[in-house]
């Protein structure tokens, strides 16, 4: 499991101008069962994503697809974590 925490470098109304590709971004990865929540901090300065994949490396070709990666909107970090503990309804989809 993965914690990829964005934190914006650009202005707002340019993470805006990408918003709506960020977003069918993030469904491609929802439908792939990568991605398992995600949304904005507060106060707005970035985004954290829980994820799943099998490699730190896929992951990061992963992210590499994001408009907020391509267009150098945002700082990346990734944080690797074994799960131990989760709610039962989420052990449907959790590899």
């Known amino acids: 499991m ?7 470098t650009a202005p707002l109304e340019e993470i805006d101008k990408h918003m709506s590709a960020h977003v069918k971004y993030l469904q491609k990865y929802y439908k792939a069962d990568v991605f398992l929540i995600s949304g904005r901090k507060v106060p707005r300065t ?4 829980i994820a799943q994949a099998d490699s730190r490396e896929i992951l990061e070709m992963i992210i590499a697809d ?3 990666h391509k267009h150098k909107l945002a700082e990346f970090t990734i944080t ?3 799960s131990s503990q989760s709610h ?3 052990k449907q989809i959790v590899r």
């Open 2 to 8: 993965f914690v990829i925490e964005l934190q914006y």
């Open 46 to 49: 970035g985004g954290l994503i």
């Open 66 to 68: 994001d408009p907020f």
């Open 80 to 82: 690797e974590f074994l």
């Open 88 to 90: 039962p309804l989420l």
